[in-house]
DNA sequence: ACTCCGACATGACAGATGTCATCGCGGGTC
DNA sequence: GACCCGCGATGACATCTGTCATGTCGGAGT
């Protein structure tokens, strides 16, 4: 019997994903999760043998639970299920250890399949997902460029970001300028948005 | 028998909400749909009594297809489930007829009872969600500056933006103005996404 | 008829932003 | 040691934006 630690902040999915689940009959949910923390503790407390995560949480996200369940418990192993499924995430995901990536839109016999497949050890990502990745590419940013586009991501504008890293405004005015210019994007907050889309910021 | 008409773009959470929605004994799920054409057309074929809509869909959104069914079959109780629960969509869903608003992280009684409530004519809509679109009041965007707003949303400078809405680049500059005044930001991108938040722009 | 308001436009000006050249510092690499 | 590259900074310049004053036009109310 496979014991699996569900996490996902909507109630009504997770109890669904649960039934679901438990449908299967060598599958049984042991714990469920609506919030990173939560699903960190729930983890620790029922050593489970996979954990299925929702990328998107309040608190820690699932990438940042996946991570330190790895470090801390390696033989959970993690996979992520998400509705919004960017290049970028995958790529972090499968750096952090994750064994399993799908969007929400597969069927559910995938997702009770790709439980058993982790779970003896393999790995699998959605192909269109993958085939997206590849073709998205690694991000074009310096991590430092990353972080200034990230803090200007709301809109705000030079002075206050620069307040947010701690940089000069004309330092900032450098970062976005290259980060623009490498995405290909008219000004900043285009480049927001495509940063957005692959996934190379939050 | 209730008969439900069930449209989700996320195949996963579609079937799950399925099998636990046939689970009750008296209601039965007679048609799936992933996109919101899918949703109109089965409407059509299958005239349910309780339409349960996913607000976010490719093509038509949930509240686009809730104004058609409405307009065309105003017999079918129209409800709307969705994960990001702005406030300016739940006033917009009740001006278009839309019985029944919860967001996904409500339990799944809440769920099976809601639609139950809205098939017998009777409305609800989340306290808090109610709670939050009553605190946040009605746009105080003309249409037109919420059109411009939007075709902005993106990032695109104003000549680009100015071109999409077929206006001069000087009309546009002002109604972006007077739109991140009256959003109290210090520019239409912040304007935009405190207009994103607030559920005034799509 | 009169008034108000929203849609649309123009012109002008200040301040914010994008761009570029240039600099120093430190950590790798050949 | 020489070199490249990323990080951080400055200054100058051109352009883009935000703001305001001002005007026209048509529809809705009174």
């Not at 992520?80 to 799908?102: D, E, M, N, Q, Y």
């Not at 439980?115 to 699998?124: C, P």
Request: charged share 25%.
């Amino acid at each position: 019997m496979i014991r699996v630690l569900l996490a996902d902040d909507e109630h009504l999915i997770r109890g669904a994903l649960a039934q679901m689940l438990e449908l299967e009959d060598d599958l049984t949910v042991v714990a469920q999760a609506a919030t990173g923390d939560e699903a960190l503790a729930a983890c620790r407390r029922e050593a489970p043998d996979v954990a299925v995560l929702d990328l998107q949480m309040p608190g820690l996200d699932g990438l940042e639970v996946a991570e330190r369940i790895h470090r801390e418990q390696p033989g959970v192993a993690c996979m992520i299920v998400t509705s919004h499924g960017r290049p970028g995430h995958l790529k972090r995901a499968l750096a952090v250890g994750v064994r399993g990536f799908l969007p929400k839109t597969t069927s559910a016999v995938t997702l009770a399949e790709v439980v058993r497949t982790v779970h003896t050890g393999g790995r699998h990502v959605d192909p269109e997902l993958a085939a997206e990745a590849i073709a998205a590419g690694d991000t074009p940013l310096t991590p430092r460029e990353a972080d200034v586009l990230e803090a200007a991501a709301d809109g705000a504008p030079v002075d206050r970001v620069a307040g947010r890293v701690h940089l000069s405004p004309g330092t900032v005015r450098n970062y976005l300028s290259t980060a623009a210019a490498k995405l290909g994007a008219a000004n900043r907050h285009e480049a927001v948005a495509t940063a957005r889309r692959m996934g190379w910021i939050s």
